[in-house]
């Protein structure tokens, strides 16, 4: 199995309120990255989209733990077994740390193919989920 994290992501909102917003699918479409995913649909417990490089996938929730964990895999015609994991760690009332990280059950060489894919995937997010969090902290995330 293949695994990849993403770098550790400070944002500016409680661990409570960004584990109800990635909860829900429909608010994905602010952490990815436009330049790589497309044809993005979702509703609140699953999501399809196109990965360039990689072909298209379904997610849905598979487990959670309240506030702190939330792990999502791939169903449906996706290409790969893909299993995509957030971490979130409180930090104080206002603020939390999160961390992605992305597993997958493909062959060594299937997965030097597609790692820097999927590294740039779970980057960006974290990446988004910063400057989301900063630019709509007021607006009540």
Same mark, same amino acid.
């Not at 917003?21 to 429909?26: A, G, K, Q, T």
């Not at 598979?62 to 702190?68: A, M, Q």
């Given at each position: 199995m293949g695994k990849i994290e993403s770098?550790? !992501?400070? #944002? =500016? /909102?409680?661990?409570? @309120? *960004? &584990?109800n %917003? #990635? $909860?829900? &699918?429909? =608010? &994905?479409s602010e952490f990815i990255p436009a330049d790589k995913v497309k044809n993005f649909s979702a509703t609140s417990d699953s999501c399809l989209f196109e990965l360039d490089g990689i072909g @298209? %996938? !379904? &997610?849905?929730? +598979?487990?959670?733990?309240? /506030?702190?964990y939330i792990k999502f895999s791939s169903h449906g015609n996706s290409p +790969?077994? *893909?299993? #995509? $994991? /957030? =971490?979130?760690?409180k930090q104080d009332v206002n603020s939390c740390n999160v961390k992605i990280s992305i597993e997958t059950d493909v062959n060594p060489i299937v997965f030097a193919m597609i790692k820097s894919t999927l590294q740039n995937l779970a980057?960006?997010? *974290?990446m988004q989920m910063e400057n989301f969090s900063d630019n709509y902290n007021q607006s009540g995330l």
């Open positions: 770098r550790e !992501g400070t #944002l =500016n /909102v409680s661990d409570e @309120k *960004i &584990f %917003f #990635l $909860s829900d &699918f429909r =608010n &994905f @298209k %996938f !379904g &997610f849905q929730i +598979l487990e959670k733990d309240p /506030v702190t +790969l077994s *893909i299993y #995509l $994991s /957030v =971490n979130i760690m980057d960006t997010m *974290i």
